[in-house]
């Protein structure tokens, strides 16, 4: 029986299972005017240029809120007044994507797509051919409402192709899945903490191209989510406009030195890819089937068909896992009759083989098998 290294198992898509080392740096109270806070500070938004290869044409401006506020704010600074936004939409995150440009009231046009196969250059440069006004494309890198990862390389050609410029919602996959922001030319990229990161929510970051940034004074209609005057404050005071978030900025500072200090995007998403390889191939062995075939899969987070045992709700596997500390989290809109199991966090392989023990206890416990292993035993 493998070891339980974590009291609770938080296998969401973020908020996740955060080191006890990241947490234990929330244990110090420090002013908003302490030298330390503005080092860690500076040290968290240069960490993040630096591997998204940002330092010579992007800034990084983290802000307060959860991603969408980053998002949100990054949006409604960075965007023309006379530009257009198309929509790349496959899944969960693309329609929430699209509600906060019309939230926003920004022009935007979208490309709707099936979850699969694979949004493709041509699907683009068709929608962009059909519609002259658009000016920047939106998509959603790692998709988790299903776990399909997007080719963001492909549509940020077209892109440059085309002379459109490209925002990319990366919340799920920076600090994972490579991220080249120069090579892409990307507008601005959005990031969360709490999602491969491991570190805890309650901030985001827009890592924006420098000259778009500049161009942007004056434009926002929010106060509180003006992305420029957001970065001209770290700038010229060197720390954050309205009330910092003094431990989660400590607890992000000490997440980008773990993740340096593991090898950086790559060795996690190594480390992220045997976590889902042993928890895909394990629940497959009980009979489970995913929604995706792996090679479009993001091995960050699995997702699973319901089991067609009449008896199953996703309600009473919850309540399950629950009382074994372990929660997971049901499919989305758009991939209903599926529940989810993330591997992102402070994660190892050893960790699968304690949630496939107790998947094994709340299967039995709830009394439900699923279909093939039903039909593998008669
Ligand atoms: C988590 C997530 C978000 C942001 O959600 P918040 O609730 O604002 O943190 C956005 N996009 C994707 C793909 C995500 O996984």
């Not at 908003?32 to 080092?39: D, G, I, K, S, T």
């Not at 990054?74 to 019309?102: C, D, H, S, V, W």
């Not at 004074?217 to 406009?241: I, K, N, P, T, Y």
Request: hydrophobic share 45%; net charge negative; charged share 25%.
């Amino acid at each position: 029986m493998a070891e339980r290294r974590h009291e609770l198992y938080l296998l969401t898509p973020g908020p996740l299972t955060v080191s006890p080392e990241v947490k234990s740096e929330m244990l110090r109270d420090l002013s908003p005017n302490a030298e330390l806070h503005r080092e860690l500070t500076a040290e968290v938004r240069r960490y993040l240029l630096d591997i998204c290869n940002g330092t010579d044409t992007h800034v990084c401006v983290p802000i307060q809120g959860s991603a969408t506020y980053a998002i949100e704010a990054g949006l409604q600074t960075l965007m023309p007044r006379e530009g257009k936004l198309l929509i790349i939409q496959n899944g969960f995150y693309g329609l929430r994507l699209r509600e906060l440009a019309e939230g926003l009231r920004l022009p935007a046009a979208t490309l709707e797509l099936p979850m699969l196969p694979l949004p493709t250059r041509a699907d683009v440069e068709r929608a962009l051919a059909g519609d002259p006004a658009i000016t920047h494309l939106l998509l959603c890198h790692a998709e988790t409402g299903t776990g399909v990862l997007n080719p963001v390389e492909e549509v940020a050609a077209v892109a440059r192709r085309h002379g459109r410029k490209l925002f990319v919602d990366a919340v799920a996959s920076f600090g994972a899945f490579p991220l080249d922001v120069a090579a892409l030319d990307a507008e601005a990229v959005f990031v969360s903490p709490n999602k491969c990161l491991e570190s805890v929510p309650g901030i985001a970051m827009v890592i924006a191209k420098r000259t778009a940034l500049e161009a942007s004074a004056g434009r926002s209609a929010s106060v509180v989510l003006d992305l420029h005057a957001q970065w001209r404050f770290f700038e010229e005071a060197g720390w954050w406009r309205w009330t910092p978030p003094t431990h989660v900025v400590a607890a992000l500072a000490k997440a980008c030195e773990r993740h340096r200090r593991e090898g950086g995007a790559a060795r996690r998403l190594e480390r992220y890819r045997r976590n889902w390889r042993r928890l895909v191939d394990g629940l497959r062995a009980r009979g489970f089937r995913t929604l995706l075939p792996d090679d479009a899969a993001a091995p960050i987070i699995a997702t699973f068909h319901d089991p067609d045992d009449p008896g199953y709700t996703f309600q009473a596997l919850y309540d399950a896992l629950e009382r074994r500390d372990i929660v997971i989290f049901p499919g989305r809109l758009t991939a209903t009759g599926t529940f989810r199991i993330g591997v992102m966090g402070d994660l190892v392989e050893s960790d699968m083989e304690v949630i496939l023990a107790a998947m094994d206890e709340a299967m039995t416990e709830i009394g439900v098998v699923p279909a093939r292993a039903r039909g593998a035993a008669s």
